[in-house]
């Protein structure tokens, strides 16, 4: 069955970085995009964008542009989204999702979430 | 960028009746070439990841019990949920994906009356 498992929580400084990593099993990992989303405490969703495993092509919201960049590591499974210039705002439960199928189709999956918390 | 708005915002319902959600799109989310809305509905339950129930604005996804139905085209969607069990108390959500970035309406809660 497919499977998504997200590296655990974070504590930063403003102005760090934070790198969440999302390890697929259950699929093969370069056939479906993955999305990665957040969510603030007590708040909606919202997309920060996806990456195509198998070609590594990236699309992000304009929102997250300059700050936000997704990786991954095929040899592993692994998608990786890392925020830099953190704030007090980026505080959330950060989520990799993938799509449901080999086309786009809507995000079918999601892994636990990892809370990044910002904070001086 | 496409809103996606939904009412209400909060909805208590007794048992057993039905259970109605909205959303609303700011353009439309129908791909001409396929006629497929590209709307999909989440149920989100506190500490957990949302949980997929209907893509292409009316396919249920395997697993999801009947009672949820997704309706709608172009730019005015619902989910129904005909008999409302207990389990079904969760935050709900639209989300578009017919363009990028893809956005999700702001959430319904329902509740138990």
């Known amino acids: 069955q497919v499977q998504l498992v997200q590296s655990g929580a974070e504590v930063k400084k403003p102005g760090a970085s934070v790198k969440v990593s999302c390890k697929a099993s259950g699929y093969t990992f370069t056939d479906y995009y993955m999305h990665w989303v957040r969510q603030a405490p007590g708040q909606g969703l919202e997309w920060m964008g996806w990456?195509?495993?198998?070609?590594?092509?990236?699309n992000y919201a304009q929102k997250f542009q300059g700050r936000v960049t997704m990786t991954r590591d095929t040899s592993i499974s692994t998608a990786y989204m890392e925020l830099s210039r953190l704030r007090s705002d980026d505080t959330a439960v950060y989520y990799c999702?993938?799509?449901?199928?080999?086309?786009?189709?809507?995000?079918?999956?999601w892994g636990q979430g990892t809370l990044v918390t910002v904070s001086s | 960028d496409i809103v996606m708005t939904q009412s209400p915002d909060s909805l208590a319902v007794s048992l057993g009746e039905r259970a109605t959600i909205n959303c609303k799109s700011s353009q439309s989310v129908l791909y001409s070439s396929n006629n497929k809305n590209y709307l999909a509905w989440y149920q989100q339950k506190p500490g957990q990841p949302p949980k997929l129930l209907i893509y292409?604005?009316?396919t249920r996804e395997s697993g999801v019990p009947d009672r949820f139905t997704g309706s709608g085209s172009g730019t005015d969607f619902t989910l129904t949920i005909s008999s409302l069990q207990a389990e079904d108390v969760s935050v709900y959500y639209c989300?578009?994906?017919?363009?990028?970035?893809?956005?999700f309406g702001q959430g319904t809660k329902l509740e138990i009356k």
């Open positions: 990456i195509n495993p198998n070609s590594g092509d990236t």
């Open positions: 989300h578009q994906y017919y363009s990028t970035p893809y956005t």
């Open positions: 999702a993938r799509e449901r199928a080999t086309v786009t189709s809507g995000v079918g999956y």
């Open positions: 292409w604005a009316s």
